[in-house]
T-cell receptor
Framework: AQTVTQSQPEMSVQEAETVTLSCTYD???????LFWYKQPPSRQMILVIR??????QNATENRFSVNFQKAAKSFSLKISDSQLGDTAMYFC??????????????FGKGTTLSVSS | GAVVSQHPSWVICKSGTSVKIECRSL??????MFWYRQFPKQSLMLMAT?????????EQGVEKDKFLINHASLTLSTLTVTSAHPEDSSFYIC?????????????FGNGTRLTVT
């Protein structure tokens, strides 16, 4: 079974600073996907970034980037130039590669990020 | 982009009654949908996988007779909480793979906050 571990329940950062959220996972799969989702107070789940395990290059999306270390099974999220709107709960998630039908996401416990001015 | 609509967004019911939650994929077909449950400030826990044209697959520990899932069409899955009790109060979220393919990131509904009195 797959597991996802987020060891930082809460983090705080000032506006414009950079923050890194940690995530480790455990799997015996070779093909899989990793995601970071953001859940603001509205509780809507918003996809932040996605990484395919077969790609060595780290994914980036504007101010968001990941450090994917496949051998170490580590998948951290770096948020640069933090903004007040980044305040949310962040979930790291794992998904197996499937050839047919969809497959569910397995989530970590989440990290609550607070950005202050 | 792919949109998942969930209804109602919140519901209050009396103990012993049943509540139905609908999840619709608005601009794509979803042969598979996933139902998650989330307690306050906690992670999303997968409850079951809804399959169009066949029985749902429930995660270990989830009572299938209590949480009835029906995937009536390629765009609609429903979760019925039967004989609800206060401990069933929670936030329920549905999701579906996007239209790109089976390994698309999941798109989430806005969730349903259920309160059982």
């Amino acid at each position: 079974a797959q597991t996802v571990t987020q060891s930082q329940p809460e983090m705080s950062v000032q506006e414009a600073e950079t923050v890194t959220l940690s995530c480790t996972y455990d799997t015996s799969e070779n093909n899989y996907y990793l995601f970071w989702y953001k859940q603001p107070p509205s509780r809507q789940m918003i996809l932040v970034i996605r990484q395919e395990a077969y790609k060595q290059q780290n994914a980036t999306e504007n101010r968001f980037s990941v450090n994917f270390q496949k051998a170490a099974k580590s998948f951290s999220l770096k948020i640069s130039d933090s903004q007040l709107g980044d305040t949310a709960m962040y979930f790291c998630a794992f998904m197996k590669h499937r050839n047919q039908a969809g497959t569910a996401l397995i989530f970590g416990k989440g990290t609550t990020l607070s950005v202050s001015s | 982009g792919a949109v998942v609509s969930q209804h109602p967004s919140w519901v209050i019911c009396k103990s012993g009654t049943s509540v139905k939650i609908e999840c619709r994929s608005l601009d794509f077909q979803a042969t598979t949908m996933f139902w998650y449950r989330q307690f306050p400030k906690q992670s999303l826990m997968l409850m079951a996988t809804s399959n169009e044209g066949s029985k749902a697959t429930y995660e270990q520990g989830v009572e299938k007779d209590k949480f009835l899932i029906n995937h009536a069409s390629l765009t609609l899955s429903t979760l019925t909480v039967t004989s609800a009790h206060p401990e069933d109060s929670s936030f329920y979220i549905c999701s579906a793979p996007g239209a790109v393919g089976y390994n698309s990131p999941l798109h989430f509904g806005n969730g349903t906050r259920l309160t059982v009195t």
